[in-house]
C-alpha cells in the first residue's frame, strides 16, 4: 500500500505533477528515520554503518521496482540525499543557537575535544550555503555531492542514478570539491 | 560566476591536472592569455585541489543516521514505557533524555534516563558500563545515587534511579554564591561518595556539577557513575572505524558528553584515565564553588582546554582576599596538571577537607564563643569537640597546643581552685590529727612490745 502510494508519487512526479513531491517527502523521510533506528538497534561491534545501505532499503521497500522507470531510482535518490542534507543542516542551526545563548553552550563530546585540537571539523553550514552557490552555476555538480557526501553513493551508484559515465562523474567531483574547500577556507 | 564562465574554468582545471605539474603554470599563461582572472581562479582551484586531507571524502550519512537515531525517542506524559509511567521530562543532559516516573508495581517514584541509541550499539561496552553502573550502587553509599533499574523497551536503552528533589548543583551554582563552610560541605561528601567508589576500583571520569544533586535536608548525591564510559567508548568506536566522518560526529546531540570545563589535562589529551582524574575534576568543581567562577573557563571550548593544559587558573586569595590559606592549598594540590604531584589517593583529600571543615567549624565556635572566655568556659567545650576529631591529629600544630591547654585548665583548676578556698585549714587541722593520732599509736605499740620482755627478765 505505502510501496504503491510512493511508487505511484514518484511516477507523478516525473510525469510533472509538482504536488506529488510535497506528499512524497514525508513518507520517505519517515522511512529513513524508521530504518535509521531500526539499523542502530542492530548493529554491533565490528558491524559499522554502510551509509548507502539506508538509502538503499528505503528505496527497496518504498518502490515498486517493476513499476518504475530508472529515471524514478535517480529521483528517488536525489530525495533522500536531500533530506538527509536538510537534517543534518537543521541541526547544525539549532546547534548554533543553542551556543549562542542557552545552558548547552561549550558542550561537546570528547571525540570533539579532541578534533578540537586537531581542528579538522567541516562546517555543516557553511558547506551547505557552499553547496547552494556551487549549484547555481553548476547543477549537476550540486547533485553529485549531495549524493556522495549527503547519501553516501558511491562513484559506481551514482553513475547507475544519474546515467552519466564514471570518469565524468570523478571530474565533476573532483572540481566540484576543491571548489567547495577553497569556499570553506576563505 | 556564470555557467560559461564555469565551463571555462572546469575544461582549464582538468587539463592542466592532465598536465605534469611543472607545466602547468606554462600551459594555464598561454591558455588564458589576458584573461589573469581566469588564470588565477584555476590555479587556485588547483591548489585547493592538492591540498592534504580528507575534506568531506567520506560520507555524511553515518553521523546523520545517528542524529535521527538520537531524536527519536521523546516520550510524553502519561505515556507506558515499560513499567512505568511517564509523569513529566525532568531535562535533556548530554547523555540523554531525564523523565519522571512512576514504578506502578513498586508504587515509587524514579528518575527514568533514556540512553541515545549511539551509546548503546556496541553490547560489550553497553555491558561494561552496566556493571559499574550497578557496582557503585550496591556499595550503597549514602552519596552515590541508587539504580534501580538498567533496562531495554523496545530498542531503547534506560537507567531508572531514585528520584531526587532537589536541584544540581549547577542549577544551585546559578542562584547562589556558596561560603567556603558550606562548599567544604559538600565537597566533603562528594569526596566521600568518590573514596568508596575508589576502594571499589570505581571511577567517575565526569565529575561535575550536573551530575551532583543537592537533596533539601543536606544530602548530596553523586549521579551516573560509569555513564562517561560509555561515551568514551564511542569515541574508541568511531576512532577504529571511520575517522573522517568525525568531522560530523559533532552535530549529533546523542554524544554530546558535557563541557570540557572539568576535564583533566590527561582527559583533554585523549590519555588513559585513572582515579586522579576524579581529584582534579573535583579540585574544579570546589574551585568553582568556592569563587563562583570556573578556573579554566576560555572563550572557546579549545580555549579551555589550552588553559587546562598551560595555564595556573587565578589564585584563590586574588578572588577571595580572606580564604582560608589550607583551602586554597588543597585547591592547588588537586589541580597538579601532573598527576604525579597531584594527590594521589582521594582519601587523602578527604582527610584534608575534613580537617579544614573541622577546623572552620572550630573557628566559628570560638567566635561565636566570645575570645575573652578562652582560657575558662569554653575551653572545656573545646577540649570535648578536640575528643571528637575523628582525625584529630591533622589538626595544626597551634591549634593542638591551644586545645591541649585548654584541657588541662578544665580538668585540673577546679581540685586547685577548692585547694585555695577557705576550707583549707579544717582540712590542714584534720591531716594533724589524723598524724597525730597515727604517731601516738604507734608509740603505745612499740612501747608495750618493749616493756613485756623486761617483764620476764625481772
Not at chain 2, 525517542?73 to 505515556?79: G, K, P, T
Not at chain 2, 585513572?274 to 574544579?284: E, K, N
Amino acid at each position: 500500500m505505502q510501496g504503491e502510494s510512493v511508487t505511484q508519487l514518484l511516477l507523478e512526479w516525473s510525469d510533472g505533477d509538482k504536488a506529488a513531491l510535497d506528499e512524497l517527502l514525508p513518507l520517505v523521510y519517515d522511512e529513513l528515520h524508521r530504518l535509521a533506528n531500526a539499523y542502530l538497534r542492530r548493529e554491533r561491534a565490528n558491524h559499522t554503518l554502510q551509509p548507502t545501505a539506508l538509502v538503499n532499503e528505503a528505496y527497496m521497500r518504498l518502490v515498486e521496482q517493476q513499476h518504475v522507470r530508472w529515471q524514478n531510482r535517480a529521483q528517488f535518490f536525489g530525495i533522500a540525499a536531500n533530506l538527509m542534507r536538510q537534517i543534518l543542516v537543521d541541526h547544525a542551526r539549532q546547534r548554533m543557537a543553542a551556543k549562542r545563548g542557552g545552558p548547552d553552550q561549550h558542550r561537546l563530546s570528547l571525540t570533539q575535544a579532541e578534533r578540537v585540537i586537531n581542528r579538522a571539523e567541516v562546517d555543516v553550514l557553511a558547506l551547505n550555503e557552499a553547496l547552494n552557490k556551487l549549484t547555481e552555476f553548476d547543477a549537476q555538480q550540486g547533485r553529485i555531492v549531495e549524493l556522495k557526501f549527503f547519501a553516501g553513493l558511491t562513484i559506481e551508484e551514482i553513475v547507475e542514478v544519474l546515467g552519466i559515465s564514471h570518469a565524468t562523474i570523478e571530474r565533476e567531483w573532483k572540481l566540484a570539491r576543491a571548489w567547495l574547500r577553497r569556499e570553506l577556507s576563505a | 560566476m556564470t555557467p560559461e564562465r564555469w565551463q571555462q574554468v572546469k575544461e582549464l582545471f582538468h587539463a592542466a591536472l592532465a598536465r605534469e605539474p611543472k607545466f602547468r603554470s606554462d600551459f594555464l599563461v598561454k591558455a588564458c592569455g589576458a584573461d589573469q582572472s581566469l588564470r588565477a581562479e584555476v590555479e587556485s582551484l588547483i591548489s585547493s585541489h592538492e591540498e592534504e586531507g580528507s575534506f568531506i571524502d567520506s560520507p555524511a550519512f553515518a553521523a546523520a543516521a545517528d542524529l535521527l537515531a538520537a531524536e527519536a525517542v521523546e516520550l510524553q506524559a502519561e505515556q507506558q514505557f515499560g513499567a512505568y509511567e511517564i509523569v513529566a521530562p525532568i531535562g535533556r543532559g548530554g547523555m540523554g533524555e531525564v523523565y519522571l516516573a512512576a514504578d506502578r508495581r513498586l508504587g515509587r517514584k524514579v528518575a527514568l534516563k533514556l540512553l541515545p541509541a549511539s551509546f548503546t550499539r556496541n553490547t560489550d561496552r553497553l555491558r561494561r558500563f552496566e556493571q559499574e553502573a550497578r557496582a557503585a550502587s550496591a556499595l550503597n553509599h549514602p552519596n552515590i545515587l541508587t539504580i534501580y533499574e538498567i533496562g531495554e523497551v523496545a530498542g531503547t536503552h534506560f537507567i531508572a534511579t531514585e528520584f531526587i528533589e532537589g536541584e544540581t548543583l549547577r542549577q544551585y551554582l546559578r542562584h547562589a554564591q556558596l561560603d567556603a563552610d558550606e562548599a567544604l560541605r559538600i565537597a566533603v561528601q562528594i569526596t566521600d561518595a568518590l573514596a568508596a567508589a575508589h576502594t571499589a576500583g570505581i571511577i567517575h571520569r565526569d565529575i561535575k556539577p550536573e551530575n551532583i544533586m543537592l537533596r533539601p535536608d543536606g544530602y548530596v548525591k553523586v549521579l551516573d557513575f560509569g555513564l562517561a564510559k560509555l561515551s568514551e567508548a564511542q569515541l574508541t568506536h568511531n576512532s577504529d572505524s571511520e575517522a573522517p566522518t568525525l568531522g560530523l560526529v559533532n552535530t549529533n546531540p546523542g554524544m554530546v558528553m558535557g563541557t570540557v570545563n572539568y576535564m583533566s589535562p590527561e582527559q583533554a589529551r585523549g590519555q588513559e584515565v585513572d582515579a586522579r582524574t576524579d581529584i582534579w575534576s573535583l579540585g574544579v568543581v570546589l574551585y568553582e564553588c568556592v569563587t563562583g567562577r570556573e578556573p579554566f573557563a576560555g572563550a572557546t571550548p579549545s580555549d579551555t582546554l589550552a588553559h587546562i593544559l598551560q595555564n595556573e587558573p587565578p589564585p584563590l586569595a586574588l578572588l577571595l582576599p580572606d580564604v582560608s590559606p589550607e583551602l586554597e592549598r588543597i585547591i592547588t594540590k588537586a589541580l597538579r596538571k601532573d598527576r604525579e604531584e597531584r594527590y594521589q589517593v582521594v582519601k587523602d583529600l578527604l582527610l584534608d577537607l575534613k580537617s579544614l571543615k573541622q577546623e572552620l567549624e572550630f573557628a566559628a565556635k570560638l567566635e561565636r564563643a566570645g575570645a575573652p572566655n578562652l582560657r575558662g568556659a569554653s575551653g572545656a567545650r573545646g577540649a570535648r569537640a578536640s575528643q571528637q576529631t575523628d582525625d584529630a591529629n591533622a589538626h595544626a600544630s597551634a591549634r593542638t597546643d591551644e586545645l591541649a591547654e585548654a584541657r588541662i585548665t578544665a580538668r585540673v583548676k577546679p581540685a586547685l581552685g577548692w585547694m585555695n578556698s577557705g576550707k583549707r585549714w579544717p582540712v590542714l587541722a584534720l591531716i594533724v590529727l589524723v598524724v597525730v593520732g597515727l604517731t601516738f599509736g604507734l608509740y603505745k605499740f612499740l612501747g608495750r612490745k618493749q616493756v613485756i620482755p623486761n617483764c620476764e627478765t625481772k
